[in-house]
Each structure stands twice: as structure tokens, then as C-alpha cells.
């Protein structure tokens, strides 16, 4: 109950944050460059769902990602120290 809100509430803060020319100005210009390089190395996937900036949605995979990332890498540090 709740929870679910919460962290859609939260996910929406940090994109703000994120998506204001404050916190890095070259975001913007990067995700630009990033999804011309993917048209051009995809040509056969629509142009149009290749974003030209960051959406809320790919925060959401991203974080995903870095998440499984991070286990992944604690999980192979705590293997290497013999814990």
C-alpha cells in the first residue's frame, strides 16, 4: 500500500533533477549524439523510437540495470575476499 507511489514519486524527483541544465549541461547534447549514432547504426528500427532525450522510462531501465550491475559486482568482490 503506498510503496508504489512512493517510488514512482521518487523516480520522477530524480528525473527532474536529472533533466535540469544544472545538474550537467552536457546530458542533453549527449543523449542528442547518442540516439543519431543509434539511427544511423540501426536504420532499420523506426526513427522515432529512438529517443533524442532521456525519458523517464529509461532513467527507470538504467537504474535497473545499475542495480543488477551492482549485485553483480558485490556478489564477485565479497567471492574474492573469501567471505
Do not use: N
Not at 525519458?55 to 531501465?61: F, S
Amino acid at each position: 500500500g503506498g510503496g508504489d507511489a512512493v517510488r514512482k514519486r521518487r523516480l520522477k524527483v530524480l528525473f527532474d533533477h536529472l533533466a535540469s541544465q544544472d545538474v550537467e549541461p552536457r546530458l542533453a547534447p549527449m543523449a542528442a549524439w547518442v540516439a543519431a549514432r543509434t539511427r544511423a547504426r540501426f536504420p532499420s528500427v523506426p526513427a522515432g523510437a529512438i529517443s533524442d532525450a532521456l525519458t523517464i522510462y529509461d532513467l527507470q531501465v538504467q537504474l535497473c540495470e545499475w542495480r543488477k550491475f551492482r549485485k553483480r559486482i558485490d556478489k564477485k568482490r565479497t567471492i574474492a575476499r573469501g567471505v
